[in-house]
């Protein structure tokens, strides 16, 4: 099993930035991909960023240039720095990760944490 523990939300002004941490703890034997998602109320859930293993990237349009995504193996941890923040960034943002335990691969889902940017 694999527990992922999310922090660094909370409440900022428009054009401030928040860091994002997501650390994976248990039994696993690599990890995959870690991605940031985010859900804002009355919206579906949407990706807002991803890494590879191999550190490729990938993020949505609306946060492009905005945010960075970053990972440290040896921590298990996936951070999301975000700049230049908008009130459309208002949501919960949740941490997901693909872990191998031996040849499957499993999905784990943080438990989210709220980012509220005020005007």
């Known amino acids: 099993q694999v527990q992922l523990a999310e922090s660094g939300g909370g409440l900022v002004q428009a054009g401030g930035s928040l860091r994002l941490s997501c650390a994976a703890t248990?039994?696993?034997?690599?990890?995959?991909?870690m991605r940031w998602y985010r859900q804002a109320p009355g919206r579906q859930r949407e990706l807002v960023a991803g890494i590879s293993s191999g550190d490729i990237t990938n993020y949505a349009d609306s946060v492009k240039g905005r945010f960075t995504i970053s990972r440290d193996n040896a921590k298990n941890t996936v951070y999301l720095q975000m700049d230049s923040l908008k009130r459309e960034d208002t949501a919960v943002y949740y941490c997901?990760?693909?872990?191998?335990?031996?040849?499957?691969?499993?999905?784990?889902w943080g438990q989210g944490t709220q980012v509220t940017v005020s005007s």
């Open positions: 997901y990760v693909n872990a191998q335990r031996t040849i499957i691969s499993y999905n784990y």
């Open positions: 248990g039994s696993f034997g690599s990890i995959n991909v």
